[in-house]
Each structure stands twice: as C-alpha cells, then as structure tokens.
C-alpha cells in the first residue's frame, strides 16, 4: 500500500504539470525497502525535470556524480523525489545518442523501448506520449510517421 502522503504530493505536482504514476509507487518503494539513492533516469528532455531541475545539487562520487534533492527545499511536495539520485539530468536523448555512437555501442541504443502500446509486429506505435515525445526530444527516427 502507497503512503497517502506520497500520493498527495503526486496529485498536488501533477496539477503543475504531467508527472507519472511511477513517482509514486517508486517514491514508496525506496521508503519501504530503504535503498535511497535509486538511481532515476529522468533526463534534459524528460518532463519530470521541470520539478526537480531547479533544486538539486552535484554530488560527485568515484565514478562521473549525480544530482540529488537538495537538503533544504521550499517546496514540501518535491519531497515525493528524496531518496533518488538523477545521473542523467544534465544529459539529452541525442547527446546519449551521440555519446554511444562514439564509443561504439550506439547499434544497443536501438534495443531500449519506450513505446507504451506497440503494435502487433512490435514496433513503436506512434501515437502514444513516449512516442510522441521521443519525436519532440530529437529521437523521431525511432518512430513512425504520425498517422493523417
């Protein structure tokens, strides 16, 4: 069972704007389990960084660093995002692209999937918002067409 203060914190965020229902129950799991500092792939691109973007902090560590929530944030809701860190907030789409194309592994990029309602064949559908925003992130290649 989800904590109802988390989901609240969920609800009052996505009346600012569009935030999935993963926060939550991830946001649950790392209070249940206790495995802070889940790491959480939301990227430049990624809609949830308009949340967090503005209150967070570089912590570096033995390998490249990540973001974090800041100790002292104004906003009680962005509580909903304590306990992860953001590796890749800094990165876009294309630059990882880009990136894995340089050090020779772009081709795997080509295996991660987004699609939330692919069609019977197994390819990306389109329509649905991943698709929609792998387009608007510089990624329409993955996609097809938008249908007429």
Partial sequence: MVDPSLENMWKRLRK??????QYVWLAAFVR???????ELAIHADDR??????????????DC?????LSEHIEEPDLELFRGF???????????????????????LMNLTWFCHSPT???TPCGVCTP??????????WRVPPTPA
């Fill in 16 to 21: 600012r704007g569009p935030l999935g229902t």
């Fill in 32 to 38: 249940q389990y206790a495995v802070w500092g889940l």
């Fill in 48 to 61: 949830a960084t308009r949340f967090v973007r503005e209150h967070v902090v570089y912590l570096p560590d």
């Fill in 64 to 68: 490249s660093g990540y973001y974090g």
């Fill in 85 to 107: 860190r953001f590796p890749i907030l800094d990165r876009t789409k294309v630059w990882m692209k880009q990136e894995a194309d340089r050090l020779g592994f772009g081709h």
């Fill in 120 to 122: 019977k064949e197994g």
């Fill in 131 to 140: 698709c929609r925003d792998a387009r608007k992130e510089g990624m329409g």
